[in-house]
């Protein structure tokens, strides 16, 4: 067995899944969705062979020329394979579901990039097993997860061993799904994704300090607050569901004088902007 390598003896830092239960669970969960599928990170092929099975159109994108080639050779006339970085890829402007095996050194970055597309509608990615319990909330969530929350279900399906990547890495893997909501907990992303910074960020012992410091809750509101969701003035920003996220979110903005709540919804949609500019209009 190979010794382990953080992220794979080469330039690239790609450690290849070979684990035929690991692969079954996923094209299992593929066999869910619908839709053309956008894979990245193909490598060798292990999940771009037997997805391409299901007849349904595949894009696989691979970082490295030489592996990128090889493979088109392999792959019937459904799939194409894009010699490109995930970070810089343009994904597809209809719907459509995304698989892949991430570098592990490239996690955090890839999926930023991946939950900032606005067109796919269910992620089916292997991570590093501490991203993806992170992710899910399990042991309570990040501000990564918690910033996304209200526009994505984030389920963690398995740990997967070290043992089932060539080259071995140090760490083990974790299957993740992402699932896009179909309605959104909140309305005005960069406003709110501001806010769970600051709380996350913000000084205090527990959200019953923090969330007051911030500036947006009087202590009395705060504490009331709390008490309708059952939870404790020591409870940390990682201790909130994505819905008490959402409901904290709401009640800030509720509590702000009126300059400051325009300012944290946001602009008003394209949508918005045409069916005012039609009453106007008339």
């Known amino acids: 067995m190979p010794s382990p390598t953080p ?68 792959v019937p006339e459904h799939v194409a394979v894009v010699n490109a970085d995930v970070l810089r890829y343009r994904f597809p402007r209809h719907p459509h579901v995304l698989v892949g095996n991430l570098p592990f050194h490239l996690t955090t970055a890839a999926l930023k990039r991946i939950l900032a597309e606005q067109r796919w509608q269910t992620a089916i990615l292997l991570v590093q097993w501490e991203v993806a319990r992170r992710r899910a909330g399990v042991g309570g969530a990040s501000m990564l997860t918690a910033s996304w929350w209200p526009w994505y279900q984030f389920t963690l399906h398995a740990r997967v061993a070290a043992r089932s990547f060539r080259p071995v890495p140090a760490v083990d893997g974790g299957l993740l799904s992402i699932a896009r909501r179909d309605r959104p907990l909140v309305a005005e992303r960069t406003a709110y994704q501001r806010f769970v910074r600051e709380v996350f ?32 003035p020591q409870a940390l920003p990682k201790d909130l569901t994505a819905e008490q996220w959402a409901s904290l979110w709401h009640r800030a903005v509720r509590s702000a004088p009126p300059g400051d709540r325009a300012r944290d919804r946001g602009r008003p949609g394209r949508a918005h902007d045409q069916q005012h500019g039609r009453r106007r209009r008339r």
């Open 7 to 74: 992220g794979g003896p080469h330039e690239l830092g790609q450690n290849f899944l070979v684990d035929r239960t690991t692969i079954r669970m996923i094209e299992d969960l593929v066999a869910r969705t619908s839709g053309p599928i956008v894979e990245v990170g193909p490598g060798d092929g292990a999940l771009t062979v037997p997805l391409s099975r299901s007849g349904r159109p595949l894009t696989a994108v691979e970082i490295d020329p030489k592996r990128a080639r090889r493979l088109q050779r392999r």
């Open 201 to 232: 960020t913000g000084r205090g012992r527990g959200l019953g300090e923090i969330a007051v410091r911030s500036g947006r809750f009087d202590r009395g509101e705060l504490r009331e607050w709390l008490r309708a969701q059952r939870l404790s």
